[in-house]
């Protein structure tokens, strides 16, 4: 069998010889929700806060960690913030 090798100019004829296709409407379907996107940020940023609170509070307050979770702990910290000199 043989090939037919084609050289540029001819591979270019052909190329206009051929009917153009219409161009397709590309559809972007997401595998995650935009909604759920912003919901899994807006947890994600709680979940650090959190966990740097405690991390906070716990190591570098010599505090119990889990006493962050405590609404007392942030009255009191309020309290301290706003306190008049």
Same mark, same amino acid.
């Given at each position: 069998?043989?090939e /037919? $090798?084609l050289?540029?100019?001819?591979?270019?004829?052909?190329?206009?010889?051929? *009917? /153009?296709?219409? *161009? @397709?409407? /590309?559809?972007? =379907? @997401?595998? $995650?929700? !935009?909604?759920?996107?912003?919901?899994?940020? =807006?947890?994600?940023?709680?979940?650090?806060f959190? =966990? +740097?609170?405690?991390i +906070?509070? +716990?190591v570098?307050g010599? +505090?119990n960690? &889990?006493?962050?979770?405590? /609404?007392? &702990?942030? &009255?009191? !910290? &309020?309290?301290?913030?706003?306190?008049?000199n």
């Amino acid at each position: 069998m043989e090939e /037919k $090798v084609l050289l540029r100019e001819d591979h270019k004829q052909l190329q206009l010889q051929e *009917p /153009k296709e219409e *161009p @397709r409407i /590309k559809i972007r =379907i @997401r595998l $995650v929700p !935009i909604w759920l996107r912003i919901i899994a940020v =807006i947890a994600f940023v709680m979940l650090a806060f959190t =966990i +740097g609170s405690m991390i +906070g509070y +716990g190591v570098l307050g010599d +505090g119990n960690p &889990t006493d962050v979770l405590q /609404k007392s &702990t942030w &009255t009191s !910290i &309020t309290d301290l913030v706003n306190k008049d000199n």
